[in-house]
């Protein structure tokens, strides 16, 4: 999508028109996107906090991927402030970034899950050092401590950036921008409306 708002004729946003990389097919958009998700790994995880206007983010790691490719899942303690926000309100947003400057936007709806036999597939030992055992013989922070749930997130948009060069290319580039006024053509950025990402999964189903 291209911005349609003009100065003097020129684009608003010659970045984008720049470095705009649509024109490629779904599978290997949403490929791309999942691959730069797993190597990031970390992202930020934004809810609506209750009863209130605000946006909070808290750091989050990604714990694997749902069966169709696309949807997201993240371990989280049940009794957590984040899990109270996605039961008042499971809109979210999901802002991956790394130092390089590459980046992922993914906006959807979460829904909470306490089944064991999907939170055991999830299961990770280093979750033990997030819940700590509270020495009740129950909550232990093992796979069975009822604390456990798992945020599972469709994902209904994308919006993402990874470079086209490597760093030093980047970095060249941006510093001839920089000197001439010229608007550096580093990056792949791509969109994923609802309808590409219901018809990604159409395709995996």
């Not at 705009?20 to 930020?44: A, G, H, R, W, Y």
């Not at 709806?109 to 055991?120: F, L, N, P, W």
């Not at 990874?162 to 941006?174: C, D, I, P, T």
Request: with cysteine.
């Amino acid at each position: 999508m291209t911005s349609s708002m003009t100065h003097g004729g020129s684009t608003a946003d010659p970045y984008k028109q720049a470095n705009e990389d649509n024109q490629v097919p779904l599978k290997e958009k949403v490929t791309d996107l999942i691959t730069f998700i797993e190597s990031c790994k970390f992202c930020m995880m934004a809810t609506h906090a209750p009863n209130t206007q605000h946006i909070v983010s808290r750091c989050m790691a990604l714990a694997g991927k749902d069966k169709n490719g696309i949807d997201l899942i993240f371990h989280s303690n049940g009794d957590s402030g984040k899990t109270s926000d996605l039961q008042s309100s499971p809109d979210i947003n999901l802002g991956f970034l790394t130092s390089t400057g590459d980046w992922a936007s993914l906006s959807g709806r979460a829904e909470i899950v306490s089944d064991r036999t999907q939170v055991r597939e999830h299961y990770s030992p280093t979750l033990k050092a997030w819940l700590g055992d509270l020495g009740d013989g129950k909550h232990d922070g093992g796979p069975e401590d009822p604390r456990l749930v798992l945020i599972r997130v469709k994902v209904a948009t994308a919006q993402y950036a990874v470079a086209r060069r490597g760093v030093l290319g980047s970095a060249v580039a941006f510093a001839k921008g920089v000197v001439h006024g010229e608007v550096p053509v580093i990056a792949r950025l791509r969109q994923l409306s609802e309808q590409d990402i219901e018809q990604f999964r159409s395709n995996k189903a």
